[in-house]
Every structure is written in structure tokens, then in C-alpha cells.
């Protein structure tokens, strides 16, 4: 294990996840946390050694998000959005957009996030493209509507894409401040709340050449993405998201031993499939390149059933608003819907199915 996760100041952030609470609400926003994710160290894990960051490995990645996500989901959440758009601007080849955000993104004086699902999943089936972009001179002019963007109305960058007229791609960093870039009140989800996920319209905006960050090309967003952890990084979530479940519900089983029974197995559950994220994320898989996909239908199974159970355990008391486990169900069924592929949705629903396929 890294010796950033063995530091006293990791296990202090780790307390301090803990002890805060954040309301389910639109409304809310987990300052506090990311505030002190930012004191930890944790704003500098993504950025390149080169801008003054420390720029975890992918193993170290997916290892620190599991921790963090069994203490808070939905900063870690943030976290995760936060990072996907400081690794689109560190693998680009414009010096210009590096040199002007990176350095305040390292300081976690500015947030930026991502607004890409258009260019993956939402909306591909659609025949025209969600956000057009229409060559400028160096630069593009931006129409159309950001469909899914965590943090939006608190960014101060966006990074997000648009398709041009011949079908090629583009991938830029908006200043949120920018005129015709406009979030939208974040939409009531059934969890995390907290997140402020929502549309943002873009009207005519104007994008520099020095704001390109990856295209013109097809397929842009299968370029760029650097050492991050991708996909294993939503299972780490997932597998976190468990581990905290089991942690308070084992709290629970320590006034009633008669529920260890149910939590035991879980808990040896979470401990295989921490290995295996491990193992996934470092290329030492047994499965190769099909773990990724084996390990986030797992995550997703292991994540639903541990919160029911807490549930069940709690009674009626789990089924009132407000008490964590109820929480836990509904953050749980976050990762049915957040980035899912078809393979994973379809193992899932067999599973709730109870058929085989």
C-alpha cells in the first residue's frame, strides 16, 4: 500500500468523511468535504509531476477512491468528475490550456467538471448530435444542451465536446462564466442529491483555439483519457459504497450477534473483490481485459445486496427517512444507471430476474 494511505493525514480526512453529514438536497453541496479532500493532499493525486502533483498510478487511484467512498459517496462522486476533467486537460497537447488551469486545479482554487456523456452514452442513438460545434477561424462556436454535468452550477470549468458537420469530435474547457454557457437547477435524483447534476445549455459560445483541449476526430473521447482509472474507478466506488454499508451494519451486529451471519459473508465478499479491483487496476488479472467488466457486475451486486440487508436488519427503522441505511439503498441504485454498459445492466437485471443468460 502507498504510504499516503498509511499517513496520519489520510486517516484524519478519512474521520473527518465520517463525522460530516451532507443533506440529500439540491440545495446542498458537500463544501466541507472537498475542502478537506483539498487540505489532504487529495486535489494533487491526478495532477502531473510536472505542474507540481503527484500523479497516483492507477492502482494507488482506485485504492484511495475505495477508501473515500466508503466515507462519503457523493464528494467522492464530485471527486471522480473533478478528476476525469483535469485528466482530459493533463493529456492534451495544447501547452496553453495546462499552463493556465492546471496549476489552480492543483490548488483546488477553481472546480471544473465534465459534461461528456453526450459524446458516450446519452443521446448517441439520436440523429443529430446533442452539442454541434461549427468551425470559427482557430476556434468553434458551441450550440445545444450538455445533457449530464455533476457540479455544473458550482464548476468553474466545464469540460465538455461537440460534433462537428463532417462527424468528427472536439473536446474543450469552457469557462462557466463564458457568455451563452448556462447551468441549469440541478434535477432531484433519487440519491445524491448533494451532487447539483444537471443540464447546462450552451448558446452560441465562442471557444478559443487556446480552450481545444482533444480533436478535431472521430471518437474523440477514446483519446486523452491518460493513466487514469476508468471504468475500475466506478467499481472502486461501488466496492467503497459496500464497505461503508458493512462498516454500519457491523455496528449494528455488535449489539446483535445474530446478524452475523448475513454480515460475515458480505464482508469476505468486499475483501475478494478489493483484490481484484487492485489487480484489475495494476493489469495482474487473472480474467485480463474482461475483468473490468466482471468486476463492475460484481461491485454492483455486492453494493445493492449489502444495503438491503442492512436495511432488512434495521427493520422499521431503516424505512424512515433520514436513517443511513435508507440513505445507503438509494445511493446503492446510483450504480445501476451511473455509467453502466450494456453487458453490466444486462448481468444485473438477470440477476434481479433470478435467470441465467
Not at 477508501?67 to 468528475?81: G, N
Not at 468553474?156 to 469530435?169: A, F, K, N, Q, Y
Not at 448556462?182 to 447534476?197: D, K
Request: glycine share 10%.
Amino acid at each position: 500500500m502507498n504510504d499516503l494511505f498509511t499517513s496520519n493525514t489520510f486517516a484524519d480526512l478519512l474521520t473527518t468523511l465520517r463525522r460530516l453529514e451532507c443533506e440529500d438536497s439540491v440545495n446542498a453541496w458537500p463544501h466541507q468535504q472537498l475542502n478537506a479532500m483539498t487540505a489532504a493532499g487529495v486535489m494533487t493525486w491526478d495532477v502531473p509531476t510536472s505542474f507540481g502533483g503527484i500523479d497516483l498510478s492507477p492502482v494507488d487511484q482506485v485504492q484511495g477512491l475505495r477508501q473515500l467512498a466508503a466515507c462519503c459517496l457523493v464528494s467522492t462522486f464530485i471527486l471522480t468528475q473533478r478528476s476525469a476533467a483535469v485528466r482530459r486537460i493533463a493529456t492534451s497537447e495544447n501547452s496553453d490550456a495546462k499552463q493556465t488551469w492546471l496549476p489552480e486545479l492543483l490548488a483546488g482554487n477553481i472546480f471544473a467538471t465534465v459534461g461528456i456523456s453526450h459524446l458516450t452514452t446519452s443521446g448517441q442513438h439520436l440523429k443529430s448530435p446533442r452539442v454541434t460545434a461549427e468551425p470559427v477561424g482557430d476556434g468553434f462556436i458551441l450550440n445545444g444542451v450538455v445533457p449530464w454535468a455533476t457540479g455544473a452550477t458550482m464548476a468553474d470549468l466545464l469540460v465538455t465536446g461537440g460534433t462537428l458537420p463532417d462527424g468528427r469530435e472536439v473536446l474543450v474547457c469552457l469557462p462557466t462564466r463564458r457568455p451563452g454557457v448556462s447551468a441549469q437547477p440541478p434535477v432531484e435524483l433519487l440519491g445524491l442529491n448533494a451532487s447539483q447534476t444537471g443540464t447546462v445549455t450552451l448558446d452560441n459560445v465562442d471557444v478559443e483555439a487556446a480552450e481545444l483541449l482533444h480533436g478535431p476526430l472521430e471518437g474523440v473521447m477514446r483519446h486523452g483519457t491518460g493513466g487514469g482509472a476508468g471504468s475500475i474507478g466506478t467499481s472502486a466506488l461501488a466496492i467503497g459504497a459496500a464497505a461503508g454499508t458493512l462498516r454500519q451494519f457491523s455496528e449494528e451486529a455488535d449489539k446483535r450477534p445474530d446478524l452475523r451471519e448475513f454480515t460475515q459473508p458480505l464482508q469476505d465478499e468486499c475483501n475478494r473483490l478489493t483484490d481484484d479491483l487492485l489487480m484489475a487496476a495494476s493489469g495482474t488479472h487473472p480474467a485480463g481485459d474482461a475483468a473490468a467488466e466482471q468486476l463492475r457486475r460484481a461491485a454492483n451486486s455486492l453494493v445493492l445486496r449489502s444495503a438491503q440487508a442492512w436495511l432488512a436488519a434495521t427493520k422499521g427503522a431503516g424505512y424512515v427517512a433520514g436513517h443511513p441505511a435508507a440513505q445507503a439503498v438509494r445511493e446503492s441504485l446510483f450504480f445501476l444507471v451511473w455509467s453502466c454498459p450494456q453487458p453490466v445492466l444486462a448481468a444485473n437485471l438477470r440477476e434481479l430476474a433470478c435467470t441465467s443468460g
